[in-house]
């Protein structure tokens, strides 16, 4: 940028969700939370179950409504859009979810699921096709595994699949929702590896924001973390600075019980 300053690629400001159920204290999930995510960034979220983490990147993805406060994406507000607008945003924010088979219709192959996107976006299906072989042989995953069903691969290789699904059309910002909780610890490792190497291709055109229980994971991974506690973002820092030297007494609980 001319001004050196970097404009960020997402930027979210005072964003609150209110759950209202009958009969019920209204609880407020997330609690006007502002925080920006540079281009090329990995910007970690831990928190403990609760506090909110999960609420947040679903209304980032806006797979639910913000009550207040904005998102913007490269300085587009994108908070209220819906139909045909709210889907030129997908193509911007994919999403990796905890479960891998929760990224692909179980009667449907992978192949099917990561070739539908490319599908939507105007591909015709020989190129979509082509363009998945690639994508999973960019995840680690042999061609054949396009003809394959979810419950016919691994966890980890599922979740590979899932992560080229999230890929399929390139876009800037991948949200990772506890996307290697579910697998074992040497599967864990393989997938950082593959986000790692995604890092690394696509350089500042590509921004990961990565939720996660596992602090080691997010200290060796993340280039800054925020600390969510009770819908808040109480602090946010260099993962080494705030595992470290905690400025919060919440973040050093969290980190006390973690390690
Ligand atoms: N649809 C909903 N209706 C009512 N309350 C909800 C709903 N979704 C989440 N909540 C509540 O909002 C709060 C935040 O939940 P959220 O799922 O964002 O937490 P989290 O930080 O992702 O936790 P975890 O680490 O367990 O995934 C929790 O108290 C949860 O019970
Ligand atoms: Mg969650």
């Known amino acids: 940028m001319q001004d050196g300053k970097t404009e960020p690629v997402l930027e979210i400001r005072d964003l609150t969700k209110i ?3 009958r009969g019920q204290t209204p609880l407020t999930a997330v609690d006007g939370v502002s925080f920006s995510l540079l281009p090329g960034e990995c910007l970690g979220i831990i928190g403990e179950s ?3 983490k999960s609420t947040l990147v679903n209304m980032i993805t806006r797979l639910i409504d913000a009550d207040s406060g904005q998102i913007l994406l490269k300085g587009r507000d994108i908070t209220r859009l819906r139909g045909k607008a709210l889907r030129s945003v997908y193509s911007e924010i994919q999403m990796v979810f ?3 088979a929760d990224s692909f219709d179980p009667r449907r192959t992978l192949g099917d699921g990561i070739g539908e996107s490319l599908r939507n976006n105007g591909w015709s299906a020989a190129a979509a096709r082509e363009e998945t ?3 999973l042989d960019l995840c680690d995953l042999p061609a054949e595994f396009a003809g394959r069903y979810p419950h016919e691969v691994s966890g980890g290789q599922c979740q590979r699949a899932a ?3 999230a890929l399929a059309i390139r876009p ?5 929702d506890e996307a290697t909780s579910a697998l074992d610890v040497t599967v864990q490792q393989e997938i950082m590896s593959l986000l790692g190497d995604l890092r690394r291709q696509q350089g500042r055109n590509f921004s990961i924001m990565f939720i996660c229980h596992d602090i080691a994971l997010v200290q060796e991974f993340c280039d800054r973390v925020l600390v969510m506690y009770q819908g808040r973002i109480v602090e946010e820092g260099i993962p080494d600075t ?3 030297c905690p400025a919060h007494p919440y973040t050093k609980r969290l980190i006390d019980s973690i390690l």
């Open 163 to 165: 992560i080229a699904r």
């Open 133 to 135: 072989a690639k994508l």
């Open 172 to 176: 800037s910002i991948l949200l990772c």
């Open 98 to 100: 905890q479960q891998p």
């Open 242 to 244: 705030v595992i470290q």
């Open 50 to 52: 609760g506090s909110g």
């Open 19 to 21: 759950f209202r159920r």
